[in-house]
């Protein structure tokens, strides 16, 4: 079993869905952990429910859109713990939606979250990791639509594929510092978010399930223990992949056949 003793791990959108299942799992392993996101009442949520586990957690609001906020939160978790060990980068904002139908400012919004994020804060992050010499583990949070294609998602589809590219570039350039730089792609997990956007019934997550080879959705402790894997020493090789951890329903052409398919 991975043992994060001593470990600072940041996390993105860590006030809900997956972003909590894998705090509270990391911090089982010992992690010290640091949940980020807009809203400070979901994060106090995910800091009691690992204190009351015996965890060690805390709570740093910041808004991954803004690198100014982001640059603050890194420097205050290195002023607090001496350093970022390991940054999920895990915020992500999704909606189905026609591509004739998004609207610009629609676009910007995931790509800001997805995209922008996901670089403002590996950046930071990858910073203070060269700064302190001891290397570190990125890992970002991304969907196979990123080289399928998912109808009705091209603005997640095209910002996800951009993290998958930012994923390998950062491997190959700071591979030299020690610095691991993966990418973990799920599959469908029903977390109230993600289902009340995506999958809001269960007549469409039946038909998703019998799309899995597998034959049922992913649960979040199963994405929980991926991502703690890949983070851990027991990866210590594994620099610039893209892990599938979804059933096997990358196999197929995407989650989605064709837009229509999201519809009762």
């Known amino acids: 079993m991975p043992d994060f003793s001593g470990k600072t791990i940041v996390i993105t959108g860590g006030g809900s869905g997956l972003g909590r299942a894998m705090a509270e799992h990391l911090a089982s392993l010992g992690g010290t952990i640091v949940v980020t996101g807009r809203r400070p009442e979901p994060l106090a949520q995910t800091v009691e429910a690992i204190a009351h586990a015996g965890g060690d957690a805390e709570a740093a609001p910041a808004d991954v859109r803004v690198p100014e906020q982001v640059q603050d939160l890194i420097d205050g978790v290195v002023a607090r713990h001496g350093g970022v060990d390991c940054l999920i980068n895990n915020a992500a904002g999704n909606f189905i939606v026609r591509a004739e139908d998004l609207s610009p400012n629609g676009w910007n919004a995931v790509i800001s979250i997805v995209l922008n994020g996901t670089f403002y804060c590996s950046r930071s992050a990858g910073k203070a990791m060269i700064a302190r010499g001891r290397g570190g583990s990125i890992l970002n949070m991304v969907a196979s639509y990123a ?4 109808p009705g998602t091209i603005h997640s589809a095209a910002a996800k594929a951009g993290v998958v590219s930012v994923t390998q570039t950062l491997a190959v350039e700071w591979g030299r510092y020690g610095i691991r730089t993966n990418a ?29 080879p597998l034959g049922r959705l992913e649960t979040s ?5 991926a991502a703690a894997f890949l983070l851990s020493n027991d990866a210590s090789y594994v620099n610039g992949a ?21 519809k009762p």
């Open 147 to 150: 080289w399928t294609g998912g």
């Open 184 to 212: 973990l792609c799920p599959g469908v997990v029903n977390t109230p978010g993600a289902a009340e956007k995506l999958f809001p019934t269960e007549a469409i997550r039946e038909r998703i399930a019998r799309r899995v």
């Open 221 to 225: 402790d199963e994405v929980a223990r």
């Open 242 to 262: 893209v892990f599938v951890a979804d059933g096997g329903m990358w196999l197929e052409p995407g989650l989605l056949a064709t837009v229509d398919d999201v």
